[in-house]
């Protein structure tokens, strides 16, 4: 399974510019991930540092990231996707501030953030993330992917095969969500 994991991320690569890469993120890229998630949402819909610290701490193979290798030889985030295991078919407002919700074996993957910075949208990373998340969640034998949105973003998330569900039961940051899933 490892070796098919490698061949698909390898491929993933390949479909990125030479000076990007996809890789998981970790406690190192706290803080630019805290950086672009309060430049994408709203403070009321907002991760805290706080609980991306718990969930960089406990889940951090759930952070799929796109890095950039810059000229002056530095990194940056692109953007990222975040996620938790679960057994439960839609995500609950509890998932995004508690980790102990994360079951590494569940069988569904619950996606709590795709983010990407505002210079680099338009131009494929968010589906590139989306496409990835997907793909692992196959290999690894989840039953499927799930997600909210915002009524708006619903025939964005259907390209990639996501239902729409109907209005959610979370209600996360006073906004109304749509669940959307994908099952395998």
């Not at 002056?72 to 078919?89: L, P, Y």
Request: charged share 30%; with cysteine.
């Amino acid at each position: 399974m490892e070796d098919r994991k490698e061949a698909i991320r390898k491929e993933a690569d390949r479909l990125l510019p030479e000076q990007m890469y996809f890789c998981r993120g970790s406690l190192e890229d706290l803080e630019e991930i805290n950086e672009i998630e309060h430049i994408c949402f709203p403070e009321n819909e907002a991760c805290s540092r706080e609980h991306f610290v718990k969930r960089l701490t406990v889940a951090p193979e759930h952070f799929l990231l796109i890095k950039e290798r810059t000229a002056a030889g530095q990194e940056r985030i692109v953007g990222f996707v975040n996620d938790i295991a679960t057994d439960q078919k839609t995500i609950s407002d509890e998932m995004f501030t508690n980790i102990v919700e994360h079951r590494p074996e569940g069988a569904y993957l619950m996606i709590l953030g795709l983010d990407v910075r505002p210079e680099y949208r338009h131009r494929g990373y968010a589906g590139m993330l989306l496409r990835q998340l997907i793909e692992n969640a196959r290999q690894e034998g989840r039953r499927g992917v799930g997600l909210t949105c915002h009524d708006f973003l619903i025939p964005y998330y259907s390209r990639f095969g996501f239902r729409d569900l109907g209005v959610s039961a979370s209600v996360w940051g006073g906004e109304t969500w749509y669940d959307m899933r994908i099952d395998f």
